[in-house]
């Protein structure tokens, strides 16, 4: 059977989550030291830094500098509301092959980290919030550690 001309098959490439930043340089600083991710591409201003789309082995992220209602910049002497704000809506969720190993790294580079906790459905995780205030899991599958 195939799809008439009202029915349109689309099919997701992909997903990179964008994160609106208000300091954009020090989250990411955060995101290199941390979970070591590399600028894959970046655009700078004579105002610094106002986006950088980056790579950590398979994932993506894109770094946004936040832009008032107006569009200007949203920077450290800036007195204007960001467009957007802090939301708890979504958390990044980072699989690991070994998060006792991962939570060790980020603490010795002076990431305050989460206490290891296993959950009811057999990830072995910790959390860590960004510059920017965002929550980050970092998580292990121990389900067939439990057997």
């Given at each position: 059977m195939g799809c008439s001309s009202a029915e349109v098959v689309m099919n997701f490439e992909g997903l990179?989550?964008?994160?609106?930043?208000?300091?954009?340089?020090?989250t990411l600083e955060f995101y290199q030291q941390a979970l070591r991710y590399i600028i894959?591409?970046?655009?700078?201003t004579d105002t610094g830094l106002q986006w950088a789309y980056i790579k950590s082995?398979?994932?993506?992220?894109?770094?946004?500098k936040s832009t008032n209602a107006t569009g200007a910049s949203q920077d450290k002497?800036?007195?204007?509301?960001?467009?957007?704000s802090q939301s708890n809506n979504i958390i990044l969720h980072y699989y690991t092959a070994d998060v006792s190993a991962q939570r060790q790294f980020m603490a010795a580079k002076g990431i305050k980290v989460g206490q290891l906790e296993d959950t009811a459905?057999?990830?072995?995780?910790?959390?860590?919030e960004d510059p920017e205030g965002n929550k980050i899991v970092i998580g292990q599958d121990i389900k067939n550690q439990l057997s």
């Open positions: 990179i989550p964008i994160i609106q930043c208000q300091h954009i340089e020090q894959i591409s970046k655009t700078e082995d398979n994932t993506f992220l894109m770094l946004q002497t800036s007195n204007s509301t960001p467009l957007t459905y057999h990830i072995r995780q910790f959390f860590v």
